[in-house]
């Protein structure tokens, strides 16, 4: 009987191993890619979201063809059973190998759809980048509003002053949409981004804060615009609340800040400083 | 064919190797890891839905896409709340906030 040589074995181990890995990276990429689809492929538009849909497309590819692959090399160990003898003399078998015409083919095409799904996924990125900068994301020292799950449509009306109509109250989100340092009086510096987004029941997100001492139990941030000189950030934990009322007016912006602790029983008034700031800005 | 099965199986381990390797990913994004309990509870769920019967490739898949997504929201949740860790007090608020899931993958909601 002829038996294949452990080095051969070690081969196909070695191959099996390294399709495998590939098919773990491939299926990686795609659930990681298809889970973050809501905020960056919604965010671009249709010809770009082509370019998404073709990188998943080869993706998927090299999954399909890495299980190909994996079934050839199975194949391969067992292609030459038609070419043993009645009496079981497996001599006549062919030596298996992992550069047989199938299995080379196949794993060529898995490494290449994977290469080229790799590339479009990235050509992808940066394109989208380049046209609409990053996603929202919080920032080390920035308290950032989180980005919807979708447009929430409703909750934005829900949320916007009596009178005003959705359109007028889109206007007014993206006249004041941005970054902003919030200067306090004893020195505390926030730097909040208000984004266009709606999120939940109201105009709010949730965030951590990073910032200096606030109380840190069940964060929630939100903002509203007022008017086209006024809008309030608000933010509520479970032992205290602050609202910072802002105006914008000829020479920047003003803030009235008032803080109520739940655990003093306190209401606290101070103006605060507010700064509208790049949002690429690093904590100064 | 009796080859074959074993080859299914290993490429079924790989893609799960992919999805768990996409959950913690995700996580990270989100500035978060996972408790040990959370994570072996995740993984258990994912595990669950591997080895249900009676499930097809499509079904299979819809569900770990659906965990994955679970894991995004539940890291947004602990994110949210000041936690570095998902706990498996998160993951089950979340799973039963999305539910329903699929039933054969957890317990009922």
New interface residues.
């Given amino acids: 009987m002829t038996s294949v040589s452990e080095r051969r074995i070690k081969a196909f181990e070695y191959a099996a191993e390294s399709i495998k890995q590939l098919i773990a990276i491939a299926t990686g990429l795609i659930a990681f890619t298809v889970t973050f689809s809501k905020d960056f492929v919604s965010a671009v538009g249709g010809p770009l979201k082509w370019v998404a849909a073709i990188g998943w497309l080869f993706l998927l590819g090299s999954v399909c063809f890495g299980l190909l692959a994996l079934q050839a090399l199975a194949g391969q160990m067992d292609q030459t059973a038609e070419n043993a003898t009645p009496d079981g003399d497996e001599t006549a078998w062919a030596a298996p190998s992992i550069w047989s015409s199938a299995v080379g083919l196949l794993w060529k095409l898995q490494q290449g759809s994977f290469a080229l799904g790799l590339l479009t996924t990235i050509i992808f990125g940066g394109i989208s980048i380049a046209k609409h900068g990053f996603a929202p994301v919080e920032k080390a020292g920035l308290v950032s509003f989180t980005p919807p799950a979708d447009t929430q449509a409703a909750s934005v009306v829900a949320s916007r002053p009596p009178g005003t109509t959705a359109q007028a109250h889109d206007s007014l989100v993206g006249r004041f949409a941005g970054c902003y340092r919030f200067t306090l009086v004893g020195g505390s510096v926030y730097r909040i981004e208000l984004l266009r987004s709606a999120m939940g029941a109201a105009r709010e997100a949730r965030a951590m804060v990073k910032g200096p001492p606030i109380p840190t139990a069940g964060n929630r941030w939100r903002w509203v615009p007022i008017d086209a000189r006024h809008f309030v950030v608000s933010w509520g934990g479970i032992d205290g609340a602050m609202e910072l009322a802002v105006e914008r007016g000829g020479r920047g912006y003003l803030a009235m800040t008032t803080f109520w602790s739940s655990n003093q029983g306190t209401t606290d008034h101070s103006a605060a400083r507010v700064e509208k700031i790049d949002c690429r800005s690093r904590p100064s | 064919m009796g080859?074959?099965i074993?080859?299914?199986r290993?490429?079924q381990?790989?893609?799960m190797?992919?999805?768990?390797?996409?959950?913690i990913?995700?996580a990270s994004?989100e500035?978060v890891t996972f408790s040990t309990s959370a994570i072996a509870e995740l993984f258990d769920m994912m595990d669950r839905a591997e080895l249900s019967e009676n499930v097809s490739a499509d079904e299979l898949l819809d569900a770990?896409?659906a965990l994955?997504?679970l894991v995004?929201e539940a890291a947004?949740t602990a994110?949210?709340?000041?936690e570095l860790y998902i706990s498996p007090s998160i993951l089950r608020d979340v799973r039963r906030k999305l539910c329903p899931l699929p039933p054969w993958i957890q317990p009922p909601c």
């Fill in positions: 080859v074959q074993p080859v299914v290993r490429l381990s790989s893609m190797d992919g999805f768990r390797f996409a959950c990913a995700i994004t500035g770990q896409l994955v997504r995004h947004i994110q949210s709340e000041g």
